[in-house]
């Protein structure tokens, strides 16, 4: 079948991006200006555009910049009888777990959620349960380690999970493979992922909270009973990055009305999670 004119006019944008290649950009700004124009003149769509751009992007950041912090992670204690941990892995829903003895920069292994599922059905078998006999070997990075070596090493290992050091050899947090690839095409949602003012906003303690980015600001506003404006921006993530005039780095902190709000997690893009901290002592 001969191809038509329409057929001939949407070739493959990988041939037309090697044929504007071939006189070669001579640095990255430049190839990050060449793909815009790419984009502009609709060679390629906004989606390739930010997948191409996020994975040059990943070239340049290394673990400690997208890494779980060690305040945040959920882990287990090789000490631990499963009726003590079991409320704390079905609430959190994850796969799998960093598994530590008593000292916390000792790390065990890797336990899988569904290695634990026999025990629902044999509760009995509970306190015969002995944790280090599950353990998978855990794989431990650096956090100088380059996303995209350490993408290529998620690979080759098949892990899905790595356990962060830093250079005095302590457990400085931990990092999934989703965590690299939504550096590269955005935020994954999955099935445990709830869109509700519960999960959007998570209370640590009466004075440290953990607020998705994408939280509205008139959710915000009610939980927090305050007033933030909502005259420029409809999410609180919009709102903080205002105050920055930039697009922030992991652990940078803005302080406005009543609030510290300190960034957790941010991809290329944008922000993702924040901590929030009232000034005051204590909510009304």
């Not at 078998?125 to 995209?148: G, T, V």
């Not at 997690?265 to 009232?278: E, H, K, N, Y």
């Amino acid at each position: 079948m001969m191809p038509d004119d329409h057929g001939e006019t949407s070739r493959n944008w990988l041939e037309r991006l090697g044929n504007l290649f071939s006189s070669g950009p001579s640095d990255r700004d430049e190839l990050l200006e060449l793909l815009r124009s790419l984009r502009e003149r609709e060679v390629i769509d906004l989606d390739t555009l930010g997948i191409i751009e996020g994975a040059v992007q990943v070239a340049d950041m290394q673990v400690r910049e997208i890494m779980i912090p060690r305040a945040q992670m959920i882990a287990i204690r090789t000490s631990g009888n499963p009726r003590d941990f079991l409320p704390t892995i079905i609430e959190c829903a994850h796969s799998r777990f960093p598994v530590l003895a008593d000292d916390p920069d000792d790390v065990q292994g890797i336990l899988l959620a569904k290695d634990l599922l026999p025990l629902a059905l044999d509760p009995a078998r509970m306190d015969r349960f002995n944790i280090k006999d599950h353990l998978r070997q855990a794989m431990i990075i650096p956090e100088s380690k380059r996303l995209d070596s350490l993408l290529r090493e998620f690979r080759a290992s098949r892990n899905h999970m790595a356990v962060v050091v830093n250079e005095y050899g302590g457990v400085a947090g931990l990092v999934t493979i989703e965590d690299v690839l939504e550096q590269i095409v955005g935020e994954i949602e999955d099935e445990t992922d709830i869109e509700d003012t519960d999960y959007l906003i998570k209370s640590l303690n009466n004075h440290e909270y953990t607020v998705k980015a994408l939280t509205p600001i008139e959710d915000f506003n009610e939980y927090f009973r305050c007033e933030l404006s909502t005259e420029d921006f409809d999410t609180l993530g919009g709102l903080v990055m205002q105050q920055f005039g930039r697009l922030p780095e992991r652990n940078e902190s803005v302080q406005f009305d009543r609030f510290r709000f300190t960034v957790l997690s941010a991809d290329g893009r944008t922000i993702r999670l924040l901590q929030v901290q009232p000034l005051e002592e204590k909510l009304e």
